[in-house]
């Protein structure tokens, strides 16, 4: 069993920054994908960014790329997610969670979710 715990959400104004972290533990992690999630009110939740935790290689929505930045730090099991130059149209509860097969950007393809962290930026 893996847990997952999302840190770091909070009201933001446009164009301000956020550090969304993800605390797992439970399980040793190894050729797994780390996900982030958005789900906003009325819309269906869709894929932000992901991370191969063996090599770290990077994926991205292209509504985030350039802005967003996913990372790992393997030693602590920790996931991070770096959101620069906010815009309204972020808002959402954010999650993150662990794959377990299948492509990255299904979150039907992930088996562990954390609870969600409600990120709020104002115009």
């Known amino acids: 069993q893996v847990q997952l715990v999302e840190s770091g959400g909070g009201l933001v104004q446009a164009g301000g920054s956020l550090r969304l972290s993800c605390a797992a533990s439970g399980r040793a992690f190894s050729d797994y994908v780390m996900g982030w999630f958005r789900q906003a009110p009325g819309k269906e939740r869709e894929f932000v960014a992901a991370i191969s935790w063996s090599i770290g290689r990077t994926y991205y929505a292209d509504s985030v790329k350039g802005r967003f930045t996913i990372s790992r730090d393997n030693a602590k099991n920790t996931g991070n997610l770096q959101m620069n130059k906010l815009k309204p149209e972020d808002t959402a509860v954010y999650y993150c969670?662990?794959?377990?097969?299948?492509?990255?950007?299904?979150?039907?393809?992930?088996?562990?979710w954390g609870q969600g962290t409600q990120v709020t930026v104002s115009s």
């Open positions: 969670a662990v794959q377990g097969s299948g492509n990255y950007y299904s979150p039907i393809n992930y088996d562990y």
